[in-house]
């Protein structure tokens, strides 16, 4: 099974990927609120739409999920055929699409895994947070093995987490979401009445 996918969207959708990673990575020292800030239903929408079309029209029902897993392990840890990669840019200027094998089956059932955690309002525990940060990377090699030229484009060279000052004022968002969340949740308490003076009777 041969999947095309055009270049200009396999970059986004890589961006996409790498940043999710990074996300995760971040969440392990941060506090979950702020990867769920940058995560906001829409969001995470537009993230399953790219996992669709990323498969296209592929006949999925076909691939044997064990399989499509094994190989996509494979190929997250092979290395490139050296002329593929001294010849990564000059196939980038020309190339208008890029192939992917039984892996994708693989890829969208595991990024799908990881919408549905980044739309969950609580963390997973620590050790599934480091598990699937890892698995995320695995799939940014396929990626990179299947299009080498990818980290080479401008856009892939400053990719931040939701959590990095970079990122929020890109985004036009606070700098500090708890400092933020605390003042808004102490500006819209009421003001509690005064206790009542204690005077000493004579």
């Known amino acids: 099974m041969t999947v095309k996918v055009d270049k200009q969207f396999l970059l986004r959708f890589y961006i996409l990927i790498r940043e ?12 979950w609120s702020e990867l769920r800030r940058g995560y906001p239903p829409e969001k995470i ?3 399953r739409k790219a996992i669709q079309d990323f498969l296209g029209e592929a006949p999925l029902e076909s691939v044997d999920p064990r399989q499509s897993e094994a ?7 092979a290395e490139p055929n050296p002329l593929r990669v001294i010849f990564r840019s000059w196939r980038w200027t020309r190339a208008c699409t890029y192939s992917f ?19 969950r309002e609580t963390p997973p525990p620590r050790e599934t947070l480091i598990a699937l940060r890892m698995q995320m990377s695995a799939v ?5 093995f299947r299009c080498c030229a990818i980290d080479d484009q401008p856009s892939t060279r400053m990719i931040w987490s939701v959590q990095d000052r970079a990122w929020r004022e890109k985004h ?12 808004n949740r102490t500006e819209s308490q009421p003001v509690p009445a005064s206790a009542p003076s204690r005077t000493s009777s004579g």
Do not use: W
């Open 172 to 183: 036009g968002l606070p700098m500090n979401y708890t400092a933020a969340a605390a003042k």
């Open 140 to 144: 940014e090699r396929i990626i990179q």
């Open 45 to 47: 929408e537009y993230f």
């Open 71 to 77: 190989y996509a392990n494979r190929l997250a840890a």
């Open 20 to 31: 999710a990673e990074r996300s995760l990575h971040s969440a392990l020292s941060s506090d």
């Open 101 to 119: 094998g039984v892996e994708v089956r693989y890829v969208a059932s595991f990024l799908r895994q990881i919408a549905g955690v980044l739309s």
